[in-house]
């Protein structure tokens, strides 16, 4: 058995088989919670054969609904330690990374931990020049720690249920608001499985009509906050990278404007 670490691993999944290896990178042994949002059957099994491991103690939550937000607040609510790890069922754990999330987050209420973007095909090599730029100063998925203590410092809730896809970013605009510091993982943290373009422009789309809804409830700007101004530092790494970014946002503006306000 691994040496015992105070801190809680969340994973949110529904129909993605990758969590088994997501669960297979574990080094630590901590709690681990797997919440099933509208889980399917394969991914219940997958998990399942985990709950005897030795190597972390397995506990899993499950609602009918499809909803991240709701699945992150569900995770962080139940987990049994303040320090609190997001990664997402698509990645890997860097070895190391969970017992630099569980230091820094004796300081920080919010700790970024650096994604690399798997490159081994053409379309992700394109798309890991947009998504590794991040936003500095912010903690985003998929690895991120949040102390509970957070919460009563940014409203009294850690996501908002009806925000979903953008739930981190709302999360870091209360905590900026809040003047609270974000901590960083200078390292590598997490590896992200290659994304195709389908994929990331669904993320897009997604990111825009998580946007309308925040600023619908006045807790984000009233406008799509597209990342016009990283075209150009994107296009000098990589031309593709930067005609495929010009996509990617306008992709992200049209899934502002066809979302119904709430």
Aim: charged share 25%.
């Amino acid at each position: 058995m691994l040496n015992k670490l105070e801190l809680t691993l969340v994973i949110c999944v529904a129909d993605d088989v990758r969590i088994k290896t997501m669960l297979q990178s574990i080094d630590e042994y901590c709690e681990v919670i797997v919440v099933l949002n509208g889980a399917t059957e394969d991914v219940k099994n997958i998990v399942n054969e985990f709950k005897k491991s030795n190597n972390f103690y397995l506990r899993t939550l499950e609602i009918p609904e499809r909803n991240l937000s709701k699945s992150r607040n569900i995770g962080i609510e139940y987990a049994n330690y303040d320090k609190v790890v997001f990664y997402d069922s698509d990645c890997i754990i860097v070895p190391g990374s969970l017992k630099k999330f569980h230091n820094l987050l004796s300081e920080y209420m919010l700790v970024d931990g650096k994604v690399f973007f798997k490159k081994d095909t053409f379309q992700s090599k394109i798309i890991s020049y947009t998504r590794e730029m991040g936003i500095p100063g912010y903690a985003l998925c998929p690895a991120i720690g949040v102390n509970k203590k957070i919460k009563h410092l940014v409203g009294n809730y850690y996501f908002d249920n009806d925000i979903q896809w953008i739930e981190d970013s709302e999360l870091n605009i209360r905590a900026t608001k809040a003047k609270i510091k974000v901590g960083e993982v200078t390292s590598i943290t997490c590896v992200h499985d290659n994304l195709t373009f389908k994929q990331d422009l669904k993320s897009a789309y997604r990111y825009g009509y998580g946007v309308r809804i925040a600023a619908s409830k006045n807790l984000h700007k009233h406008r799509p906050t597209a990342n016009w101004n990283l075209i150009l530092p994107i296009m000098r790494k990589n031309l593709l990278s930067g005609v495929y970014y010009v996509i990617w946002n306008i992709i992200y503006c049209i899934g502002y404007f066809t979302c119904k306000p709430i």
